[in-house]
Structures are given as C-alpha cells and as structure tokens.
C-alpha cells in the first residue's frame, strides 16, 4: 500500500479506504440533500443508506442552502475569463453594427416607400 515497514494496521486501513472512498458528484449529492430536507425518512437512515456519515450530509446540507440562499440575494460570482469576456463584446459590437444598419435600411424604405405611395397617387 504505502511501502514503508512498520505501517501499524490502521494507518494500513485508513489508507485503504482513503484510496478507495467514493466520490459523489453535485446530482448525488443534490438529490440525497432534496431527500433528507423532504424528511420521509431520519437523516441516520437516510446516510446509512447512502453510505455516508451524517457529518457529510450536514455539510452538503448547509453548502446547498447558503448556495440558493447566495442565489436568491443576486451575489453570484460570474466566472468569465477575458476571453470569454472579449468575445462577447466583439460579438456584442458587431450585433449592434447590425442593428444600426438594418434601422437605416428600413428607415430608408419607408421613405422610399412614402415617396412612391404619395408619387403614385398624384399621378
């Protein structure tokens, strides 16, 4: 495991399910959260089930809450790196380089069009 002699048994056994714990992934642990807050079942059951230790749901628990707590008072960090950010500007630009010239276009036929309906009209 560790290679080094005289490893006692329990730094052996501490390693072992160190290596081999299991990792949760956010739905995981979303969904175990969701299922001990509805309260159908005890949190003791609830973790024994799920292979954890209550400690653990209690952290998830508190994580998940301030999480949608942070949420609903609007501080979400946006992560965007300056790439990204730049990117979005030149889009942004050219977006409104767009939408000037199609205003111009359409202003310009509505002219047209007001000249052709008022021309055609006097003859």
Request: charged letters at 35%.
């Amino acid at each position: 495991m560790t290679g080094k002699q005289g490893s006692s048994p329990e730094s052996i056994v501490r390693e072992i399910k160190r290596q081999t714990r299991r990792k949760f992934t956010a739905e995981e642990k979303i969904r175990i959260v969701l299922e001990g807050l509805r309260g159908e079942a005890g949190i003791t059951d609830l973790c024994r089930k799920e292979g954890i230790h209550p400690t653990m749901y209690y952290k998830w628990s508190k994580a998940f809450l301030e999480a949608g707590k942070r949420q609903l008072n609007g501080d979400t960090i946006r992560e965007a790196g300056s790439d990204e950010v730049k990117e979005l500007r030149a889009e942004n630009d050219a977006l409104k380089m767009l939408v000037a010239e199609l205003t111009l276009r359409n202003r310009t036929l509505k002219k047209t069009s007001q000249g052709l309906e008022s021309g055609s009209i006097d003859t």
